[in-house]
């Protein structure tokens, strides 16, 4: 029988107008970094959506100022105030530009609240039909308190969720912290995929925070390579087959799963595995990333973005990057999802089966077991 064709489109150079997210809890020192990064000549062309001017300190840096809501800075970055959905002020900035009311502007740096949850924003980018047209995700940054960070985490549930999706941690006020130690290990363990930087490093700059590429996964290929590989190098084994860890231990809520298989997998069986995750389980799912080894033409892999239920459109690459190993990898980040749940799912869809989770219980917590004995029927 022959395969019916995959249908997503090879990769090509993203299109769009990228949109950044800056997202971090209160007081985490979002805020004084986004003033510091201001003034950075990178952003002379962006337009920088904020929610009050007033949590910003950019009254000093105003050359002009409008009745409706939009402002230019002396350096010509232009700054406006969410009015309403944040879809309509992407709509509205997008008219704008295009009618020649304000200039032209490059890039977009979103900053939400600090109690905010940056998924609907996320999903505002990719899932919005118009917006999808002159948008594309660039990356979600998101900042974290070294000194108070930890039992933030523990306390508050947005910002876990901050954490948890997304591709940049900046760490503030390291300097106070002393041992940051717990909380990078909880960092990594609810999100595997994010880099972790130091605010305080003076390579931090809008560059290197904005300019990640989190969906370009050609032009960053060094970045996949590292978040392909990263449940490998916390376990330091490899398996033949389909394997899955566990990466997060720490939390109730949110846990991260990274699922790996070496032999090629049908299209067919990606696309209902998919399908399924989305529409029975999309709600607790925060994030996904993943790169997938297709049997159509296994040198060519699949790369796939999901918030929720929202899938960014898959793009074959042209090779593997450099440094991958040839073989799926996904990475899943969900709430309130039973531990294994994903992988027994996956595992189903790609023929190899495991152990159901009543006759699991019964192997392995059946008291009339005597150790060393086989079970009696």
Known sequence: MTEEPNPVRDWKAPQGIPVSILTGFLGAGKTTLLNRLIGDPWLSDAAL??????????????????SDGVI???????????RGEL???????????????????????????????????????????????????????????AVNGL????????ARRQVAVADTLVLSKAELAGSCDALLAR????NPLARIVDAGDAEVTAKSLFDTGAYDPVAHSIDVARWMSSASEDHG?????????NVNRHDAHIRSDSLVFEKPISPQSLAMFLDLLRSAHGPSLLRMKGIVRLSDDPTRPLVLHAVQSLMSEPV?????????????????IAKD?????IAELFGAFINEPGIGRPDREALTENPLVIPGMPSQR
């Open 49 to 66: 959506i904020i929610n009050e001017f007033g949590d910003v300190g950019i009254d000093h840096l105003l050359v002009e100022s409008s």
């Open 337 to 341: 999802m039973p531990e294994g749940f």
């Open 316 to 332: 074959r690459l042209p090779a593997w990057p450099k440094g991958a190993a040839q073989e799926t990898r996904l990475v899943i």
């Open 87 to 145: 879809v309509d002020t992407l709509a509205d900035l997008m008219d704008r530009m295009q009618t020649g009311r304000i200039r032209p502007f490059s890039r977009v740096v979103i900053e939400t609240t600090g109690l905010a949850d940056p998924v609907p924003v996320m999903q505002s980018v990719i899932g919005h039909p118009a917006l999808g047209q002159s948008y594309r995700l660039e990356g979600v940054v998101s900042v974290v308190d």
């Open 187 to 190: 960092l990594e363990a609810l």
């Open 72 to 82: 230019e800075l002396s350096d010509g970055c232009l700054c406006c105030t969410v």
């Open 151 to 158: 039992a933030t985490l523990e306390a508050h549930e947005e």
């Open 237 to 245: 084994h490899h398996h033949h087959g389909h394997h899955h860890h």
